[in-house]
């Protein structure tokens, strides 16, 4: 192996790493794009390695992972996670399996077990797991045609995608549509903050199954165009539970929202209040204010969101344009992190109800936005519905706008990485392999101009995990070299991982990369022809989000960056 591989290879227990992925107790700084080579189960890991005593101890730490779903959230409930220790777990493993005699002997026991591929029919079920779902749910699984499965951790994936590229002979790129993650996503969210409605952020994911799904579930809808309000209107929902969430609409989009009687709509300006008075004069109109987590992935606050000094001018240019004011918004950012930006976010809204109430306006809606991550830990806990940032949104509703006073108010809020995140797994076939002296190049069947626009976008950082081709022999060199992995377009800044350290793959394998489902196929474009914006979709159910059988990964990341989570079930 290269002499600096050491500096890029980590073997380390998945559900620790998950753990800390999922409770920020490792810094987006810290995060890196990169492939997980090989995982071996943890129990025969430690039988080889002869683990015992204390470094067995150090592989089955507890760090306070929620493993339930907590009810109604409030801030004396958030569970304490000591992200100190588990950052310095993370440390200790890492030190325990460096050097290029463990990562060979990693590898050896990995990439050398020769598996028959189990057949698809073997690993799935016609009949549905999730009973308890509600009986109008339960009919988009069967529209859908999902195939039931046990399990959906990116152990569990990897075989079924085995299984299947298989049996239907593919060689392109198709994800794996988990109806399951979504159901339980809504159940999580409703069970931490009963009072809020999701209306679902369609431009996140225009998948007609997630609509679908949600929209079985109650759910509402932000849309930001005609196109998005008419996919939510074919599936069946109605009108009133839609929200046209865009501060800035292109005047046909609002003369559309009028013809389809959407009346929900933002502003945060005097110029959208007079189009929407020229256009739409009926519309139910939302205040949009500015409130920024400053810790959040990306901020709105640039662009959009009123000012607390500008609320009473532009609610008397509501007053004097004879328009309806019916609510407020606000977004604190993508991926938010603060429990307390919520909180705030939700105070400065009072601030514009009392002030719209001077004004004559009956208010009756609170918009929370976005910014909500949907990330599943190691039990299969949604860990930030058990966070501070559902018991922040609990207390400030409760201390603001208790139920007593505001007798007649919807809450809802905008999520859109929150469920398509963990709905879909991308699966990318190697085409093309390029062997020099000092790396090798591979071409996969997306990249920047498909799903991986989420690089440029939405600064996403691709962690994948290593799929050997099923009709192709077993992977036996553990001769690692440094690796890049280009997308399949003829453009050389098409570009997925750079400088990794990977074993010698051939046409034929797989990379899989497990819960890719936000901000990824919305995006994607048919560039040069390759059609990585229209691929194949199966349709699953799981019973339960992570793998059943503990493991041990060995993660490979790019060159002189620090180790990062994998993101996965």
């Not at 009949?127 to 959906?152: D, M, Q, R, W």
């Not at 239907?168 to 979504?182: A, P, R, W």
């Amino acid at each position: 192996m290269l002499k600096d591989s050491s500096s890029s290879l980590w073997v380390v227990d998945h559900d620790l790493e998950q753990d800390a992925y999922v409770s920020n107790a490792i810094s987006e700084e810290y995060m890196a794009a990169g492939i997980v080579v090989a995982a071996v189960d943890k129990e025969e890991f430690q039988k080889l390695h002869g683990i015992d005593g204390e470094l067995k101890k150090s592989l089955e730490t507890d760090v306070g992972v929620p493993e339930e779903q907590a009810e109604e959230i409030t801030l004396a409930d958030v569970p304490e996670m000591d992200l100190i220790q588990m950052k310095k777990y993370l440390d200790e493993q890492y030190d325990m399996f460096e050097g290029d005699d463990n990562i060979g002997s990693f590898l050896a026991q990995a990439l050398t077990v020769d598996e028959d591929v189990s057949k698809i029919e073997t690993l799935t079920s016609a009949e549905s797991y999730n009973l308890t779902a509600p009986p109008a749910v339960i009919e988009v699984f069967h529209k859908y045609k999902c195939k039931s499965i046990k399990t959906g951790g990116p152990l569990a994936i990897k075989e079924l995608a085995a299984a299947y590229i298989a049996k239907e002979e593919i060689d392109d790129s198709f994800y794996i549509f988990d109806i399951g993650n979504v159901q339980r996503l809504y159940e999580a969210w409703h069970t931490a903050m009963p009072r809020v409605t999701p209306f679902y952020a369609v431009k996140c994911s225009p998948m007609p199954a997630v609509v679908d799904v949600l929209a079985a579930n109650g759910c509402g809808f932000d849309c930001a165009s005609a196109v998005e309000i008419q996919l939510v209107l074919d599936a069946g929902v109605s009108s009133d539970r839609i929200i046209f969430a865009h501060p800035a609409k292109r005047p046909s989009d609002i003369r559309f929202a009028a013809e389809k009687d959407v009346k929900l709509t933002t502003f945060d300006s005097v110029i959208e209040l007079e189009k929407i008075a020229k256009w739409h004069p009926s519309s139910d109109c939302v205040m949009r204010i500015r409130a920024d987590d400053p810790n959040a992935g990306i901020s709105f606050g640039i662009k959009y969101g009123a000012n607390p000094d500008e609320y009473e001018i532009l609610l008397q240019a509501a007053v004097n344009l004879k328009l309806n004011v019916v609510g407020v918004s606000f977004h604190v950012g993508s991926l938010a992190r603060s429990g307390g930006a919520f909180y705030e976010a939700i105070k400065l809204a009072r601030n514009a109800f009392d002030i719209a109430g001077t004004l004559g306006f009956k208010m009756r809606l609170l918009d929370l936005g976005g910014g909500f991550t949907g990330r599943f830990n190691s039990n299969g806990v949604v860990q930030s519905m058990v966070g501070d940032i559902p018991a922040n949104i609990n207390e400030a509703l409760d201390e603001f706008f208790g139920e007593s006073q505001f007798t007649e108010l919807q809450v809802i809020a905008e999520p859109g990485r929150y469920f398509a995140e963990a709905s879909m797994h991308l699966l990318c076939h190697i085409h093309s392999v390029r062997n020099r002296t000092d790396v090798c190049d591979y071409l996969i069947s997306d990249g920047l101009y498909g799903s991986f626009n989420c690089v440029v976008y939405d600064g996403a950082k691709p962690r994948a995990w290593l799929l050997p081709g099923p009709s192709l022999a077993p992977l036996e060199d553990t001769h690692l070299q440094r690796s890049t992995v280009f997308g399949p377009t003829c453009d050389s800044m098409d570009c997925v991982f750079k400088d990794v350290m990977l074993p010698q793959l051939r046409v034929g394998d797989w990379f899989l990369f497990p819960h890719f489902g936000a901000y990824t196929l919305a995006g994607a474009t048919n560039f040069n022809g390759i059609q990585s914006a229209c691929p194949t979709i199966l349709y699953v159910e799981s019973a339960a989000s992570v793998d059943e059988d503990e493991s041990i990964i060995m993660w490979a990341c790019e060159m002189e960056k620090p180790p990062s989570a994998i993101v996965a079930g």
